[in-house]
């Protein structure tokens, strides 16, 4: 089992910026994946951005340029640098760990909310 804790939401102006973090516990060494999800209401989950062990990294397109995902392995931590914020980033995000590039074994974090403010 591993557990996920994030940290980081909050709310901010259009423009501004967010550190989201994510650290997990456990069966730690099993975890291929790390990255960050999101739901907004009355929307499906979708993804923002995951990370591999070996750095590879995955971006929806509606925030590259303006997201940064960060992985420290030794610390178990992911971290989502969030800039140029919009009101259409406002979401429930959810860190997201899995042992594979498919869903199949994954764990989730409890979520963490941001708000953007126009």
């Known amino acids: 089992q591993v557990q996920l804790v994030e940290s980081g939401g909050g709310l901010v102006q259009a423009g501004g910026s967010l550190i989201l973090s994510c650290v997990a516990s456990g069966s730690s060494d099993s975890i291929y994946v790390m990255g960050w999800h999101r739901q907004a209401p009355g929307k499906q989950r979708e993804l923002v951005a995951d990370m591999t062990r070996g750095a590879r990294t995955n971006y929806a397109d509606s925030v590259k340029g303006r997201f940064t995902i960060s992985r420290d392995n030794a610390k178990n931590t992911v971290y989502l640098q969030m800039n140029s914020l919009k009101p259409e980033d406002t979401a429930v995000y959810y860190c997201?760990?899995?042992?594979?590039?498919?869903?199949?074994?994954?764990?989730w974090g409890q979520g963490t909310q941001v708000t953007v403010s126009s």
């Open positions: 997201n760990a899995r042992p594979r590039t498919s869903y199949l074994g994954s764990f």
